[in-house]
């Protein structure tokens, strides 16, 4: 049997496999040959409930059709969806001026953040932020581009006195996450909520009796069920167009705000962290 790699166009491949798939995969696909542009958004989760199937049809229709899980279907469907123009915005033209593509750009990240801050809840702003003031040790998890914002995160927490860390090769995150007790907090960054190695880290977290909390777009997907507090960002970044520049100012607008309520929460110890650090690093700047 081909697969989607061999035949090059994802929705003609699943029209033409349509006989080989059970009854539930068949529900499956005709959720997906109906709604292509909204599935490359969507989680594992969204999907099965869309569908009106388990999350393991899902796999199982993927994997069926010569695909290593759900996340390497969507990369292939979008590839055959976007247009081959990088990472520009779609709204972006191949004529706009410079005036216009400030413009553009502008007012889409503007947009990003407004959505943002509806989506944040703000009760579950406050537990977030109880339990970071609270936390021993903050760990940061991300992976690829979330992994960059784990770092930014980590560093920030530190400036105030929080014992934070982010650490870059998945070993060493798995390794820290089984050391994590009930007095530390594990922080999971994921746009999509399905990154495998950071919710397997989330998980090793959680059986040490660490608290969890995520930061992601889909509020219905592994990442948020596994946590205490789901923190929810606004993006449209679809597997082939990954690393949008816009989900990144969501993310740390979602750090920023926790870094600004757990500085007030430590009043003046956080003052004091904050000024010793930046004493330590004022003689390395000319």
């Known amino acids: 049997m081909k697969t989607m790699h061999e035949t090059g166009n994802t929705l003609l491949a699943i029209r033409s496999q349509l006989n080989a798939l059970t009854k539930t995969e068949a529900v499956v696909a005709a959720y997906v040959l109906e709604h292509p542009e909204d599935v490359i958004y969507l989680s594992v989760t969204d999907v099965a409930e869309k569908a009106g199937v ?16 759900f996340q390497d279907f969507k990369l292939l469907l979008a590839q055959d969806l976007v247009q081959p123009a990088g990472h520009t915005p779609e709204e972006v033209k191949a004529d706009d001026d410079p005036a216009t593509l400030r413009q553009k750009l502008v007012a889409s990240h503007s947009r990003i953040l407004e959505d943002t801050g509806k989506l944040l809840d703000a009760a579950k702003l406050g537990q977030a932020i109880e339990l970071l003031a609270q ?10 581009s979330s992994g960059l914002t784990a770092q930014q995160a980590a560093h920030s927490f530190s400036r105030i006195g929080k014992k934070s860390d982010a650490k870059q090769d998945t070993h ?18 994921s746009v999509s909520g399905s990154t495998k ?25 592994p990442i948020t069920k596994l946590s205490d507090v789901d923190l929810l960002m606004a993006a449209k970044e679809n597997p082939f167009q990954g690393s949008s520049l816009s989900a990144k100012i969501s993310q740390l607008t979602v750090i ?13 110890a956080a003052g004091k962290f904050r000024e010793r650090t930046a004493k330590a690093v004022s003689e390395k700047l000319y």
């Open 54 to 69: 388990g999350e393991t049809t899902v796999l199982r229709f993927c994997r069926k059709l010569g695909y290593r899980g």
């Open 135 to 144: 936390a021993d040790t903050i760990q940061f998890y991300g992976v690829g």
């Open 172 to 189: 060493f995150q798995a390794m820290s996450a089984s050391l994590l007790t009930e007095r530390d907090v594990a922080v999971g960054l």
């Open 197 to 221: 190695d950071t919710i397997e880290n989330l998980r090793l977290a959680r059986e040490g009796g660490a608290r969890i909390l995520c930061i992601t777009h889909n509020a219905r997907s």
């Open 256 to 268: 920023d705000i926790l870094l600004a309520g757990v500085s007030l929460r430590l009043q003046e």
